[in-house]
C-alpha cells in the first residue's frame, strides 16, 4: 500500500499511476499472494483476521486500478477485466464472512468491502437489467446492507454509511431490505441530528475521476443521503 501511495501522489497529490506502474504493482501483489503460508491460502482460509487479509488485498487492488478508468487508454479492456476479476474475488468473500461469522460482532475492517459493494450495486442497479442479474444485484445489496445495519450497533463509522446507502437505495430495494430485517424507524428518527456530527474528509469508495471526490467525501454524503430515511415516499423505481 506505502508503494502504491507514492507511486500514485508524487506531484501536488494528483494521481500520478499509469497502467504500467499498476502491472508491476498488481505482479508484486500477485507474488506476496501466491507466496502465502498454507495456512492463508484461499482453501484454507477461515478466521475473520485470515478473511480481511484477502479482502484487503482485492480491495488494494481495486485502488490502484478503478481510478485508471478515467484515462483513455488502448487497455481499457485489460484494465476492466482486472478489476472484474477482483470485485468478483470480494464479493465472494464478504458473503463467505457471512456465511462463517455472520456481521453482528464488531468488525470495523469488513465495514469497507461492505460500503463499496453496496455503493456498486446502488449505481448500476436499474430495471432494465435481465431478470437473473437484476435479483443477484439484489441480493448482494441486501446483504451488505444488513451488514452495515448490524454494524452500527458497534460503532458510529457503520451508523453513518448505512444512512448514506439507504438514502441512495431506490424504493423497491428499500422495501426488500425492510422485508429482510426490522429497521427500527423510531431509533431511526431519534438519531436524525447525525448529519451535523460527521466531519469527516473521508472518500468512501474508490474515486475514478479527480473530479468527483468531493461527492465521495463521507460528510458530503451523510449530508446528502442520510436524513432520508425508509419512511420517505417516492415513485417507484427512483431513489428514496
Known amino acids: 500500500m506505502h508503494e502504491f501511495c507514492q507511486a500514485a501522489y508524487i506531484k501536488d497529490k494528483e494521481f500520478m499511476m499509469t497502467l504500467d506502474i499498476a502491472e508491476k504493482l498488481l505482479h508484486k501483489l500477485k507474488d506476496w499472494f501466491e507466496g502465502l503460508p498454507a495456512s492463508l491460502l484461499p482453501k484454507t482460509i477461515a478466521l475473520p483476521g485470515q478473511l480481511q487479509l484477502h479482502v484487503y488485498y482485492y480491495h488494494l487492488i481495486l485502488a490502484i486500478f478503478e481510478p485508471l478508468l478515467q484515462k483513455e487508454t488502448a487497455q481499457e479492456f485489460r484494465i476492466r477485466e482486472v478489476i472484474a476479476d477482483a470485485k468478483k474475488y470480494l464479493h465472494t468473500l464478504v458473503r463467505l464472512y457471512y456465511i462463517r461469522h455472520g456481521y453482528d460482532a464488531m468488525d470495523l475492517f469488513i465495514v ?12 448500476i442497479v436499474n430495471d432494465q437489467m435481465p431478470t437473473d442479474q437484476l435479483e443477484l444485484l439484489r441480493s448482494t445489496l441486501i446483504l451488505a446492507a444488513t451488514g452495515l445495519y448490524n454494524q452500527r450497533r458497534n460503532h458510529y463509522l457503520a451508523e453513518a454509511l448505512f444512512r448514506v446507502i439507504l438514502g441512495r437505495m431506490r424504493r423497491p430495494e428499500v422495501a426488500l431490505l425492510k422485508d429482510s430485517m426490522k429497521l427500527d424507524e423510531r431509533e431511526w428518527n431519534e438519531r436524525q441530528g447525525m448529519a451535523q456530527a460527521v466531519r469527516s474528509h473521508w472518500p468512501v469508495s474508490v474515486v475514478k475521476k479527480k473530479e468527483d471526490l468531493d461527492s465521495h467525501i463521507l460528510a458530503n454524503l451523510v449530508e446528502n443521503y442520510a436524513h432520508l430515511n425508509v419512511g420517505q415516499n417516492s415513485e417507484d423505481g427512483e431513489k428514496c
Open 112 to 123: 469497507i468491502p461492505l460500503v463499496l459493494i453496496a455503493s456498486d450495486c446502488v449505481e
